[in-house]
């Protein structure tokens, strides 16, 4: 009986072998395999910006991660002037830790190296911890998302004018360009015959107005002395009072700008 039961169903069995042979789950319909964390995303690159008060004036600090998400750029403004380097990594409830292990020189980033800062992201604010013998934070955003009042009272160009040591007034020109904290591109020049021109940087705004310091330029006496100083700006209607911190005998207590095409 068993021989008889094979040779009946083994017809059945090589008529479907061709098609058993051939199934297969169809393209359309395969289902992926899991893939792994995407850790880039996770650590994607981003810059925040913000400033942090001290003696009563601003001081901006910009973070900029890395293309590669893995270490981060930390550069402080007037009157510190430096940049440390960090390797980042993720740490407890989404924070992520800043490993600081280089630095371009100046008390304050020096101080840094060996320290680890620890950054908070909240949206498009951040919190960033500073070490030290006096931790300090600081309060960042996304560029573009300022929430220290900004400088887009005072942007544009404005023209006043000082006295010179012949006694003769000489044209003071402002070029007001920046938004948020750490941002270059504004400028102030003065006409002949001093003839010189000193970039400036926002360092962030206060009630008493919004504060730039001035970068290493072109040159010039009468440019070069404002290394060091702060200029303090504020908007009003349609002029602007300009007051140099510390002072150096012009804009005492301040100038009368006007805006200018």
């Known amino acids: 009986m068993h021989p008889q039961l094979s040779i009946h169903r083994a017809p059945a069995v090589l008529l479907l072998a061709p098609l058993l042979a051939c199934a297969g789950p169809h393209p359309d319909s395969a289902v992926a ?5 995407d850790t880039a995303a996770a650590t994607s690159p981003a810059t925040w910006v913000g400033s942090n008060a001290g003696s009563g004036r601003p001081w901006s600090l910009r973070l900029s991660d890395s293309a590669d998400g893995r270490t981060a750029t930390l550069e402080f403004g007037e009157p510190y002037n430096c940049r440390v380097q960090a390797t980042r990594s993720t740490a407890a409830a989404g924070s992520v830790r800043l490993a600081i292990n280089d630095a371009n020189g100046g008390y304050r980033c020096n101080a840094l190296v060996g320290e680890t800062a620890v950054l908070q992201v909240q949206g498009v604010q951040a919190t960033l ?12 955003w996304k560029p573009g998302q300022a929430t220290d009042g900004g400088a887009d009272a005072v942007q544009g160009r404005w023209v006043g004018t000082v006295t010179g040591s012949n006694g003769r007034p000489i044209a003071l020109r402002l070029r007001l360009a920046a938004r948020d904290p750490g941002d270059r591109g504004s400028e102030l020049a003065y006409d002949s015959p001093r003839s010189c021109r000193v970039p400036l940087r926002y360092e962030g705004t206060t009630a008493q107005g919004s504060w730039f310091s001035a970068l290493p330029g072109p040159g010039g006496q009468a440019c070069d002395r404002l290394l060091g100083h702060w200029l ?14 510390p002072g150096i005998g012009e804009c005492v207590p301040s100038c009368s700008l006007q805006r200018t095409p």
Do not use: H, K
Request: cysteine-free; proline content about 16%.
């Open 33 to 37: 395999a899991p893939r792994p964390p």
């Open 232 to 245: 303090q700006v504020q908007a009003d209607a349609d002029a602007t009072r300009l007051q140099i911190e």
């Open 129 to 140: 911890q500073l070490p030290g013998t006096t931790p300090v934070t600081v309060v960042l």
